[in-house]
C-alpha cells in the first residue's frame, strides 16, 4: 500500500441499503478525475452482480468469498488509477453477514481491511428507501444497519464522515469530505481545490463532537479535527 498522502486513494463508501451508495460512487469517481485531472474510477459493488447473477442472495458460507471478492476487485483498480472510488467494502459485507445470520467472524477482516482506506464516507438515512430486487429487505433493517455500522467503525478505531443531502447537494458534502485527503498532493489540475479552499479556510472553531450526527458540516469539521490529530 502507497504511503499515506500519495495515491492510490481509496475512498471508501459504505451505508445501508438505498442510501445513495452506488449512485455517489460514480459521481464522485467523474467529477475528481475531471476535476483534478488524477486517474480516477469506481469499483461498484461485487454483491450487487454476485446475486444478479445467482437469482439469489448468498449462503451463510459464501459470505467470505464476497468479502474477499469485492477487497481484490479494488485492489486491482488501484493497481492502475490514483482514486479508487468503493461502491462499498468488505466491511458492508461483514455488517450483512452479522445482521441476517448472527455471526461476526467476518468483522476482523473486515475491519483490518478498511484500515487501508484512506477516508470512509458513510451515506446518511435521509433518503426515500426504494426496492431493488433482491439485496434489499425494506426500511425497517436501515437504522439498525447504520448503527451496526458506526459501531463497528468506532469500535476499531476507524473515523468516518456522514454524507447526507439530496440531489447535487450529497456530491458536494462527499467532495468536501474528500478535498483535504487530496489536496496535500499536487494534481495535475487543481479545480477543485481552489474552488473549495475559501470553505476550507472558513470551517468554524470545533470544540466538542457528538455520538451520533448526521450533519455533514459537522461530520466534515469533525473530520478536520481528527485528521489534524493524526498528522501532528
Known amino acids: 500500500m502507497a504511503e499515506r498522502g500519495a495515491p492510490p486513494w481509496r475512498i471508501a463508501i459504505v451505508g445501508a441499503e438505498s442510501t445513495g451508495k452506488s449512485t455517489l460512487a460514480a459521481a464522485l469517481a467523474e467529477r475528481l478525475g475531471r476535476d483534478t485531472g488524477w486517474r480516477a474510477t469506481w469499483v461498484p459493488e461485487v454483491l450487487r452482480a454476485w446475486c444478479e447473477r445467482a437469482g439469489r442472495t448468498p449462503r451463510i458460507d459464501e459470505q467470505a468469498g464476497i468479502a474477499q471478492a469485492q477487497a481484490d476487485h479494488i485492489e486491482a483498480a ?20 452479522a445482521h441476517v445470520f448472527g455471526d461476526h467472524s467476518l468483522h476482523a477482516m473486515a475491519t483490518a481491511w478498511q484500515r487501508r482506506c484512506d ?114
Open 119 to 232: 477516508l470512509t464516507l458513510l451515506t446518511a438515512l435521509d433518503l426515500p428507501w426504494q426496492a431493488d430486487g433482491l439485496q434489499r429487505d425494506g426500511p425497517h433493517v436501515r437504522e439498525p444497519v447504520d448503527a451496526a455500522i458506526r459501531a463497528l467503525l468506532m469500535q476499531a478505531g476507524l473515523p468516518f464522515v456522514v454524507v447526507g443531502g439530496t440531489g447535487p447537494a450529497r456530491l458536494e458534502h462527499a467532495l468536501d469530505a474528500v478535498t483535504p485527503l487530496l489536496a496535500a498532493a499536487p494534481s495535475p489540475r487543481g479545480g477543485l481545490f481552489t474552488r473549495l479552499a475559501a470553505r476550507e479556510s472558513a470551517q468554524p472553531a470545533w470544540g466538542w463532537t457528538c455520538d451520533s450526527c448526521d450533519s455533514p458540516d459537522c461530520e466534515h469539521a469533525a473530520w478536520q479535527l481528527r485528521r489534524a490529530s493524526v498528522h501532528r
Open 78 to 97: 488501484a493497481g492502475s488509477h490514483d482514486i479508487v472510488v468503493c461502491d462499498t467494502t468488505p466491511l458492508m459485507t461483514a455488517i450483512y453477514h
